[in-house]
């Protein structure tokens, strides 16, 4: 069965500076990635994704991800916060496999941003 | 966003009645899901569909059912609401590679 696992729950960075979102991921073939993000109270917007190609993804808002199949994580990074960015983000694994095909959540990471 | 509809977006029910929630979409996409989000959990599946009539469980499916009779509709049943279902409900739609979601229903149970 596919897993995710992000451990930081919490993560506190000061604007302007750099950002980096651990995500690991269980899955025995090769998974889709995705990252996703949630303003408070609003529904889940997707940041970025990896299926297949350049292992370095680069999404909205700036964001990008690396998937690293040796690692088996797909961090997510952004060179300077912006206030803004203070949200929870969700890293989530997804198949393909006909009947089979559903997307896992990890328990996501909060995001504070202070100025 | 898949034009994607969720409703009621908010609830208060009492513990052991039925509640239906429904999602909407109008992409025609193939796979719908419902997920519910409580602190410290993130997302968890509760039950998807790959067609309609065709629906499977998730993680945490008991006290839950679901039905598709149509591509555009996914409901999702708590046929004795309990007070551990208080929770965000999210229904998403996937056609391709990527899941949109809805707005979200705010469920309490009491």
């Known amino acids: 069965a596919q897993s995710v696992t992000q451990p930081d729950i919490h993560i506190t960075v000061s604007e302007g500076a750099s950002l980096e979102l651990r995500c690991n991921y269980s899955y025995g073939a090769t998974p889709y990635l995705f990252w996703y993000v949630q303003s408070p109270g609003q529904g889940l917007q997707l940041l970025l994704k990896?299926?297949?190609?350049?292992?370095l993804v680069q999404g909205i808002k700036g964001f990008e991800a690396e998937f690293k199949r040796s690692q088996s994580s797909f961090n997510l990074r952004k060179p300077s916060v912006h206030w803004s960015d203070a949200a929870e983000y969700f890293c989530a694994v997804g198949t393909n496999t006909g009947t089979a095909s559903k997307l896992t959540f990890g328990t996501g990471t909060r995001l504070q941003v202070t100025l | 966003d898949a034009g994607i509809t969720q409703s009621p977006r908010h609830k208060v029910t009492e513990t052991g009645t039925p509640v239906t929630l429904r999602c909407h979409q109008t992409e025609n996409h193939r796979y719908m899901y419902w997920y519910r989000q409580d602190p410290g959990h993130g997302l968890r599946l509760i039950h998807y569909?790959?067609?309609?009539?065709?629906?499977d469980k998730g993680e945490v499916s008991d006290g839950y059912s679901v039905s598709r009779s149509k591509t555009e509709d996914f409901l999702l049943t708590l046929e004795s609401a309990t007070s551990s279902q208080t929770s965000v409900y999210f229904c998403?739609?996937?056609?391709?590679?990527?899941?949109?979601f809805g707005q979200g229903t705010r469920l309490t149970v009491v």
């Open positions: 569909s790959y067609g309609v009539k065709d629906t």
């Open positions: 998403a739609c996937r056609g391709g590679i990527e899941a949109f």
């Open positions: 990896y299926f297949s190609g350049d292992t």
